[in-house]
């Protein structure tokens, strides 16, 4: 069974920093493409950042300069750098596959942005 564990959410003023973490089960992490997702109240979960095996990164347009994905393979473990925090960054961050695997969801990490 994979799963997944992020960690790292909190409350936050806009402007600030944070740097989520996620650690996944299994052997197959180090061969699989990693997306880093959200969900606000009220929308749809969505991608907003993605990292291959080897490092190579996409993000959402809203995201692109202020958040960094990154990996170790040895770990298990992606992280999401979050910078210039947005209100509007305000959701439940969740990792996955990239594709998601729709029996991987973890519980994801709340991240609150107050202006």
């Known amino acids: 069974q994979v799963q997944f564990v992020e960690s790292g959410g909190g409350l936050v003023q806009a402007g600030g920093s944070l740097r989520l973490s996620c650690v996944a089960s299994?052997?197959?992490?180090?061969?699989?493409?990693i997306g880093w997702y959200r969900q606000a109240p009220g929308k749809e979960r969505e991608l907003v950042a993605a990292i291959n095996i080897g490092g190579f990164t996409n993000y959402k347009y809203s995201v692109k300069g202020r958040f960094t994905a990154s990996r170790e393979n040895a770990k298990n473990t992606a992280y999401l750098q979050m910078n210039s925090l947005k209100p509007e960054d305000t959701a439940v961050y969740y990792c996955?596959?990239?594709?998601?695997?729709?029996?991987?969801w973890g519980q994801g990490t709340q991240v609150t942005v107050s202006s």
């Open positions: 299994g052997k197959f992490f180090s061969i699989t493409r």
């Open positions: 996955n596959t990239d594709p998601p695997g729709n029996d991987y």
